[in-house]
Each structure stands twice: as structure tokens, then as C-alpha cells.
């Protein structure tokens, strides 16, 4: 441990890992709330994956892949959507249509344009190698999300919990969602150096599942959800540094682990206090008889 | 009297089947509406379609001589139970803001006049001591009554309740018939979606009669007569409401 925090006062590059790191943690902790209640988790996965062709794309002409990322999340998001409102394909058939097709074009596209070790960066992340610029980015992210979220909390909050409410008082509730994948996208673009594509989804919907089972309100699990977020975080890459294990899994290992406490030891929600209230009743049954 | 609602016209189908065909009537404003029809008649698709929910075949719905869009903030709408997500992580209290909000408009929060408006109108319903509960915690009686104080929140002109009697206590059914009573005799109208027969006399001014198609819309000694109600409902008609009894 005092070896770890000796190499994060000296090495910039570890620095940086860590605070791009609890900069993601806390960004898809905001925005993975909203996901997990509005039932969009596997809408997470598609949108992290779906990014892939558009990634390649901007490497192929030069721009930064910030732009060929949001684009293709969009677009990807409006596929989805145009295949389950116009045909009798479920929404989950089509994600997972859309989602694997742009996928895997992305892949072939990465495998032609560059050479196969950046395809492996792209989709597992490599956090101890973020540049300043990468950092500032997912940064400049994190305003953004914070901005929008804090400025259009009312509805979003509204529009998740109630949404016949929001469109008879005029919400546009489509703006809303589309707006969400554009925060979904670019949660994906900050999390690119951190967990990689692939895991994505696990900082989006493990930390904001962990605090919804230990509250019972939104802004409450937001705060909550950023926590657990940022926490992961910094134990993936400590033990990822320490034990040299890949660092993505390290910190989606442990989001999962934080979740797996809460659900075994939450107040309300978790499973061991019903079990162990059954039990006494159970005792207190046998004693009076 | 003016006209608070004029519908013409009115089709919707989802996907081949057609569920409501040309409904038109027109109804007065300070009115208590129940619209009555047998399962799957189409009642809360007419809800839906006046409020501009779902998509219409063809149809023109005025509120006072306006088209929906003028007069959104003024309507007050409260879904089916089944369609609320009870697990939410939200409060009673925080359930009634909501209604609040459409007065608020973009960026504004609810501050102290809105706490205290969402708190008077729980205590209507008789809920105020459990405003920091969680909303799964309540039983169904209670969620329907929160849902009516969110409605009462809302200050609106016109009030549409999906179902606000489906499973709940007497108590709870008491409660809410008196508030929304009382918001008549302020002059607002009320449409609700009903389905128990047995009430429709003592609850309602006016009802809308639907089965697929309209069978009559107005006062209820107008509308409620056995001839008609046979034509909408059917030989099931007996299922629902015993007319001998009654009359």
C-alpha cells in the first residue's frame, strides 16, 4: 500500500490513470442511474459497443474519435429505435441486431486500418497509458454530464419514473431519450482508456444497481452511484498496479464485489435480514410452543 | 354552460384491429365523467387518444375551443396503476412535487410554495404523516390517493384518472370521490375511467358510453337506461349490474 501511494506521488502516468479513472467511475455512476431505471441496461451495452465503427472511422480520416464515436451512438440509437416501433421485431431483438452488426463492422474496420494491438487497447482499455489529452477529455466529459444532468434534473426525473405525465403536459419525451444516448455515448468515449468498450457497461449499471438497492431516493443514488463508481475505481487500479492484472476487469471485478456485499447486506433490499428475521420468528414460534 | 370538451370523429386502432371507431360527442365543463363500458371497450384508448398519448386514425379533440397544445399545462392525468414502476426510488412527498412541475417549466426547481402546495394536497387525501415514505411501502388505496394529491398538485382545469377505484379500500374510494366532488363544485371537470356499474348514479353528473363505438354521451339519467346499456353491453350486461334490483 505505501509502495503504491510512493509510485502515485512520483509517476504523472499513474496519476493520471487514477484521476481519469474516479472520473469515470463518477461520470457513469450519474448517468448509469439513469440507465438502470429506465430499464435501458442492455440499451448500455448496445450503445458501448456500437461506438467501435465510428472509432475506426475518425482514426481512418484524421479527426479525433470523439466525433466518429458520437455519431455512430446516435445513429445506432435511432436504428434501434426505427426497427421496434416499425416492424414486430422486440426492442431487445433489435438492440441486439444493431448492436453486434455495427460491431462487428467496427472490428473489421479496425483490423484493416490499424495494426491488431490498438484494436486490443480500444476494447479492453489500458488505463496506465492515458495521455493528458485523454484525460482532459474524459474531464471536459464530466463537466458536461454534470451540467446536463443538474440542469434538466426535474425532467429526467419525471420522464423516467412517469412518462405518459411528461408528454401530456408536453415534455418531448424522444428528445429526452435520444439525449440520454448522447450522454450514454459519451460516458462510452471517456470510459474508452479506462475499461475499454467491453466493460463499459459494467461501470454504467454495477455501481448505479448497488446504490439502488440502498436508497430510496434518485439524487440520493446518483451521489450514491458516483461513489460506488469512483471507489471501484481506485481498487481496480490499485490491484491491477500491484498484482499487474489487467486493469478494466480489476475495476469492473471490483464494482461487481461492491455490488454483491450490498445485495447480501442491504437494510431494506438485501437478503440476509429477511432470512435472519425468518429465522427468529421462526425461534420465537418454537420457544412459545 | 360552455363546452370544455368536444371530441369528433375519433379512431384508433392498434396495429389491424380497430379499437375505437368514430367516437364524437361533446361535453360541458364543472362536470364529474365517468366513462363506462364493458373490459376491453376501449376506455382507457379513449383516455389516451383524447390526450393525444397514442396515435389517431382520424379524430379532432378541443378543449374550450383549443387544440391540446394550448392547454397541456391546465390537464391533469393519472395513469393506470399498472403502469406506474412502484419500485422507483421516490418518495410520497416527492410523487406529489412532481405534479408541480408542468407550472415550473425548463431549469426551475420546486421551492418552498411548491413543498407546501404538495403538502396541502396530501393532507386532501388524508397522507400527510407518510410524505417521507418510500411509494412501494403504500398499499394500493394509498398510492391511489397520492396519485390524486400529484392531480390536485397539478392546479389544473381538467382532470383525466385511468382506473383511480381499481383495488383499493373503502376508506381510500371515499376519500377520493369527495376530493374530486369537491373540485366539481369549483368548477373544474373530471373525467374517470370506471367499470363498477353499481356506482355510476351516485358518482357521476355525466357519462360517456363506449364499446368500441359511442352508445351515449350525457347526463346520467339521460344515458344510464336499460335499453342503452343492454346495446353496449351486451347479454353480459346482467354480469355487471343487476337492473331489476336497482330500479
Known amino acids: ?289 | 354552460m360552455h363546452k370544455s370538451l368536444d371530441v369528433e370523429n375519433l379512431s384508433a386502432s392498434y396495429g389491424e384491429t380497430q379499437v375505437l371507431e368514430n367516437i364524437s360527442f361533446s361535453m360541458k365543463a364543472g362536470r364529474l365523467v365517468g366513462i363506462i363500458g364493458p373490459n376491453g371497450s376501449g376506455k382507457s384508448t379513449l383516455l389516451k387518444g383524447i390526450l393525444g398519448l397514442i396515435p389517431l386514425d382520424t379524430g379532432e379533440v378541443k378543449f374550450c375551443h383549443e387544440p391540446l397544445s394550448k392547454v397541456r399545462k391546465r390537464v391533469a392525468y393519472k395513469p393506470q396503476s399498472s403502469e406506474i414502476d412502484w419500485d422507483f426510488p421516490i418518495t410520497v412527498i416527492d410523487t406529489v412535487l412532481l405534479g408541480t412541475y408542468p407550472k415550473l417549466g425548463l431549469f426551475k426547481r420546486p421551492g418552498k410554495r411548491e413543498r407546501d402546495l404538495a403538502m396541502k394536497c396530501l393532507g386532501k387525501v388524508g397522507m400527510a404523516d407518510f410524505a417521507q415514505r418510500q411509494i412501494s411501502e403504500m398499499s394500493g388505496g394509498q398510492r391511489q390517493r397520492v396519485f390524486l394529491a400529484r392531480a390536485l398538485a397539478q392546479e389544473a382545469e381538467c382532470f383525466f384518472l385511468d382506473e383511480p377505484f381499481v383495488g383499493i379500500d373503502a376508506s381510500s374510494e371515499e376519500i377520493i370521490i369527495n376530493n374530486l366532488k369537491e373540485l366539481r363544485d369549483l368548477g373544474k371537470t373530471i373525467y374517470l375511467v370506471h367499470h363498477d356499474l353499481t356506482k355510476v348514479t351516485s358518482y357521476f353528473d355525466d357519462i360517456i358510453l363506449i364499446n368500441k363505438k359511442l352508445y351515449g354521451a350525457g347526463p346520467v339519467e339521460d344515458i344510464f337506461k336499460k335499453e342503452i346499456m343492454e346495446e353496449a353491453f351486451g347479454s353480459s350486461l346482467s354480469v355487471f349490474y343487476n337492473w331489476e334490483v336497482k330500479s
Open chain 1, 1 to 289: 500500500m505505501i509502495n503504491f501511494i510512493n509510485d502515485l506521488l512520483t509517476y504523472g502516468f499513474l496519476q493520471k490513470a487514477l484521476v481519469t479513472s474516479i472520473a469515470v467511475g463518477i461520470i457513469s455512476g450519474i448517468v448509469g442511474s439513469f440507465i438502470v431505471l429506465r430499464g435501458m441496461s442492455l440499451m448500455g451495452d448496445a450503445i458501448s459497443h456500437a461506438v467501435l465503427p465510428g472509432i475506426a472511422i475518425s482514426y481512418m480520416l484524421g479527426i479525433n474519435y470523439f466525433y466518429g464515436a458520437i455519431i455512430a451512438g446516435v445513429l445506432t440509437s435511432i436504428g434501434i429505435g426505427a426497427i421496434s416501433d416499425n416492424s414486430r421485431i422486440k426492442t431487445d431483438s433489435a438492440i441486439g441486431i444493431v448492436f453486434s452488426a455495427a460491431f462487428a463492422l467496427g472490428i473489421i474496420l479496425i483490423s484493416k486500418a490499424q495494426s491488431t494491438t490498438d484494436l486490443t487497447q480500444i476494447l479492453f482499455g489500458n488505463v496506465l497509458h492515458v495521455r493528458t489529452s485523454d484525460m482532459r477529455l474524459t474531464l471536459g466529459i464530466g463537466v458536461i454530464v454534470i451540467l446536463v444532468v443538474s440542469l434538466f434534473y426535474k425532467e429526467l426525473l419525471l420522464s423516467s419514473f412517469d412518462e405518459t405525465m411528461a408528454q401530456v403536459y408536453g415534455l418531448n419525451t424522444k428528445l429526452i431519450h435520444y439525449g440520454i444516448m448522447v450522454l450514454l455515448t459519451l460516458v462510452t468515449v471517456a470510459s474508452l482508456q479506462t475499461v475499454g468498450v467491453i466493460l463499459v457497461v459494467s461501470m454504467l449499471i454495477t455501481p448505479a444497481s448497488t446504490a439502488y438497492l440502498l436508497t430510496n431516493r434518485l439524487s440520493f443514488m446518483i451521489v450514491l452511484s458516483s461513489f460506488f463508481g469512483a471507489i471501484s475505481a481506485i481498487i481496480g487500479i490499485y490491484f491491477s498496479y500491484v498484482n499487474d492484472l489487467p486493469t478494466g476487469p480489476a475495476i469492473a471485478l471490483a464494482a461487481a464485489i461492491i455490488f454483491v456485499l450490498a445485495l447480501v447486506f442491504s437494510p431494506k433490499q438485501g437478503v440476509l435480514w429477511p432470512m435472519i428475521n425468518r429465522r427468529q420468528r421462526k425461534g420465537l414460534e418454537g420457544e412459545t410452543r
